[in-house]
């Protein structure tokens, strides 16, 4: 029986902090993990301003999708976690920078906390 779920596990993505795939492929849609601000090649946690913070989350969902052989325009839905609402304008300023004039739906949402202290955190889904 053929694997109906792949992981894909990407050097240039953060590894995961918890026990879970960094995304799943299946047979026509890419699920990718919520990403954090975390620099994969250096480790380091960005705790910088939330512009700096959502790039990096960006950038890290950005090599998830090339690994598909996908771009940020084949995401079809995103949902953003931020702790602080009052930042939305900054992100979404962020956000939008990393697409044509299709975005994909999405929802956002403030939130109590999120892993490391960090204070953006977004998942997407695409479609393969």
Sequence with gaps: MENKKTPIHINNAPAPVGSYSQAIKTKDTLYISGQIPLNPFTGELILSDIETQTKQVLENIKALLEASDLTMNDLVKCSIFLTDINNF????AIY??????VYPARETVQVSALPKGVDVEISGVAIL
């Excluded at 939008?96 to 004039?101: A, L, P, Q, R």
Aim: charged letters at 20%; zero cysteines; a neutral charge.
């Design 96 to 101: 939008s920078s990393y697409f044509n004039s």
């Design 89 to 92: 304008s900054k992100v979404d």
